[in-house]
Structures are given as structure tokens and as C-alpha cells.
């Protein structure tokens, strides 16, 4: 079967410090990778997405990028987090036709 | 992607049927709806999908009705535990459009 993981759980950075979120698919092959953001009591927020190794769509111009190594791994990072970061990251994957998305435990970002 | 619009929240008493409806005026010809639910600290998990009419599964029933321009959630006999976010996206169904999530619609369930 299929899963998902997503670490770390929860990290706290001071801004002006790096980051990166790393997210592995298992089980499958050639999936769509999707990092979102989700503020306090907000919706989600797409940031970025991939249909293949190399193949990234920003959705939303900000201070971050995502990068995708490998066929089942996807990384998001920044050279300088800033407090407007904050927020609670979740990377999904689903299959060839988005049917549905699966998501990942989620990483709570605090930049303080 | 065609615009959906949601109630921002809803409250209701347990055991009793929830429907939440959801605006989808431009809907394209080919676009699926689709419903996720999100509990807190977690991520959306599909319920349901559907493209016309009715479709059921063992978690809700979704209504389409002919001209496709809404769609309605249905949750039979809700708990507390229904408690959570819910989520209506339109959509082809194509490795090209990605999924974008609206700000969904709050519900809580009350003893």
C-alpha cells in the first residue's frame, strides 16, 4: 500500500534561518507531489507542485522553493524564513488523474 | 478550476442529517467535484466524488443536480466526531490541474 511521510512534526527557526521539510512517497510510482500551507484557522494554501522529477509549479510567489530530487521526493525549503512563515506545511501525492490526494502528517512551523 | 463557495461554518446537533452546499457557477463540462474532510492537525482526507446526480458511499451522499452548478454534502445522523473542515473542489480529473482547496466550511457538532 501506499504511504506518505512527512518530517519534521513540529520545528521552531528563527527568522532568518533556514528551512527544509522533506516529504518520501512509498508504494507508488510517478506521482503528483504537492506542498501546501495552512495559516491558524485558515484555509489551505497551495504553494507548490509537481508532476515529475524536476517538474515544479509555484503557485504562489513567496519565500520559499520546492525541489524534487527524486521521483518520490519532495523538498521544501528557504534560505531565510521570515515570521509571515509560520504556519502548518502538509505535502499530499496522488495518482495520474488527481482522483485523490493523500496527505502527509503535516509539519507545524513556528518562526519566531 | 472553477470557483467554489461555501458556508464558512454550520452547527448542528448530534444525530441529526447535515447537507452543505456548495457554489460552483463556472463549473466546467469536464470537472469533477470532490469533498475532504480536515480534522485539526491533520490533513484533508477524501470523502467523496461525483460528476451528476447522486453518489453514495459508506461515509456520505453527495447531490448534483442537473445543471452541475452546486453541489450538497450530505452527512446522515453526524457525531461528534464529524467535527472538522469541509472541503468542496472542482476539477478535471488530469495529472495537469492541481488541487486547490477553498477556505471550506466549519462545521461543529454539538451534544
Known amino acids: 500500500s501506499q504511504t506518505i511521510h512527512q518530517w519534521p512534526a513540529t520545528l521552531v527557526q528563527p527568522v532568518g534561518s533556514p528551512l527544509s521539510l522533506e516529504c518520501t512517497v512509498e508504494g507508488t510510482s510517478n506521482p503528483n507531489l504537492y506542498w501546501y500551507r495552512q495559516a491558524a484557522g485558515r484555509g489551505l494554501q497551495l504553494l507548490f507542485y509537481s508532476v515529475g522529477i524536476g517538474q515544479i509549479s509555484s503557485e504562489v510567489p513567496q519565500n520559499l522553493s520546492a525541489s524534487r530530487p527524486q521521483d518520490r521526493q519532495f523538498i521544501l525549503s528557504s534560505k531565510k524564513l521570515l515570521l509571515s512563515d509560520s504556519g502548518f506545511y502538509l505535502c499530499?501525492?496522488?495518482?495520474?488523474?488527481?482522483?485523490?490526494?493523500?496527505f502527509g502528517q503535516g509539519t507545524r512551523l513556528t518562526v519566531v | 478550476l472553477a470557483k467554489t463557495t461555501q458556508p464558512i461554518s454550520m452547527d448542528s446537533y448530534e444525530g441529526q442529517e447535515v447537507n452543505i452546499t456548495c457554489s460552483h457557477n463556472?463549473?466546467?463540462?469536464?470537472?469533477?467535484i470532490t469533498w475532504y474532510q480536515q480534522f485539526p492537525s491533520q490533513g484533508p482526507r477524501f470523502i467523496i466524488q461525483g460528476y451528476k446526480t447522486k453518489v453514495t458511499n459508506e461515509v456520505a451522499s453527495l447531490f448534483i443536480p442537473a445543471d452541475r452548478k452546486s453541489s450538497t454534502l450530505s452527512l446522515p445522523r453526524v457525531s461528534l466526531s464529524d467535527t472538522a473542515v469541509y472541503y468542496c473542489l472542482t476539477g478535471l480529473l488530469s495529472g495537469n490541474t492541481p488541487l486547490v482547496f477553498g477556505k471550506g466550511t466549519r462545521l461543529s457538532v454539538i451534544a
Open positions: 499530499a501525492w496522488s495518482g495520474p488523474l488527481n482522483t485523490e490526494a493523500f
Open positions: 463556472n463549473i466546467a463540462t469536464n470537472d469533477y
